[in-house]
């Protein structure tokens, strides 16, 4: 009984990690298994210097490093947004000088209703994050509104039982164009990448 009583908390953790041990434990474990994904996907975006770059479910802030390095132009901007109090606490701790900056925006919200302004964004990124929005549809609409038209993103995942269609649906059902998938090696490392681009 104790066991499945631990095994809920933990996936409940990796949808939701709050400030507690096994929140503390998930946020090593996103370290461990999605730092190597998450630079993948950031190089998969193509950033530009002077782009305006989103992160969604950025987690412990390991992608937000890695893309806010690409933005040398001084109109570069980078914004995260996580749905994890501990989560976005934990990103800013370690962003926090590229926030004072102004160079890097964190919000503390849902995928479902980002406080950005329509057409706005150049690139999005996110890595292990669909699965857990509450609403696919949704989300997507609500990423596809807050992107400049012609703007791609990059859906980076590695847990192959997941379900890609019901997202993948999502996202030409909201506006997306060219949603493809691709299977992607680094080292010994195979992961899949979900490519769309927002058309308006």
Known sequence: MWFLKWTEIIVKEFGHPTRSVAGWLISKLLTVC?????????????IRPEDTVLELGHGPGHGLQSAAKLLTEPRGRLIGVDYSAYMHQMASDRMKDFVASGKVTLYHCDVEAMPLADSVVDKVFHCNC???????????????????????????????????EP???????SG????????????????QAIYATASK
């Open 34 to 46: 999605n730092r190597v994904l998450e630079e993948n996907t950031v190089q998969l975006c193509g």
């Open 130 to 164: 669909y699965y857990f929005w509450s609403d696919l549809e949704k989300g997507a609409t609500e990423i596809h509104r807050v992107m400049k038209p012609g703007g791609l993103m990059v859906t980076t995942l590695r847990l192959s039982n997941w379900p890609q």
């Open 167 to 173: 997202y993948m649906t999502a996202l030409r059902d």
């Open 176 to 191: 997306f164009t060219d949603v493809r998938m691709e299977d992607k090696q680094h080292k010994n490392i195979t992961f």
